[in-house]
């Protein structure tokens, strides 16, 4: 049984999300979702807009994802060690970055394959929390 692993914040959960989960579920036989806990976002200095506990039940009740759990520190191998699985699922922002050549020499020590996903064009939580903000500023007290 090949065990897929993702990680991500999933705020404002959008269409990228589920294209994401959707196409890792489709190359591993179990999914394993790490959800970035809202300690671990401050981390970039941001604030999620929907608190983890939320933000993992979404998660968890995606029918590519069989199971959510909490990410609690950026290290993905620490993940490896704990949960053992075969491929990482990492968007392509990441690709040939220096950290991540590293990373990924990590994991072909123990076998595990890093698959790069496209991120989807037009879309991000970043985005929306922008967009959002700027159709409150606009319309005032209307929403």
């Given amino acids: 049984m090949n065990i897929g692993y993702t990680s991500g914040v999933y705020d404002l959960f959008h269409i990228g999300h589920l294209n994401l989960l959707k196409n890792a579920r489709g190359l591993c036989d179990k999914l394993i979702v790490g959800v ?3 300690e ?3 981390y970039k200095h941001k604030k999620a807009v929907i608190p983890f506990e939320e933000r993992i039940e979404i ?3 995606i029918k590519y994802v069989d199971a959510a759990i909490p990410q609690e520190e950026l290290d993905k191998y620490k993940m490896w060690e704990k949960i ?3 491929i990482l699922f990492v968007g392509d922002d990441w690709f040939k970055s220096p950290s991540w050549q ?3 020499e990590k994991f072909k020590k123990v076998n595990v394959r890093v698959v790069y996903f496209p991120y989807t064009k037009g879309t991000s939580s970043t985005l929306i929390n922008k967009t959002l903000l700027e159709l409150r500023n606009s319309k005032g007290d209307l929403l």
């Fill in 36 to 38: 970035t806990i809202d």
């Fill in 40 to 42: 671990l976002v401050a």
């Fill in 59 to 61: 998660v968890r009740n």
């Fill in 84 to 86: 053992h699985f075969d």
């Fill in 102 to 104: 590293e990373m990924e």
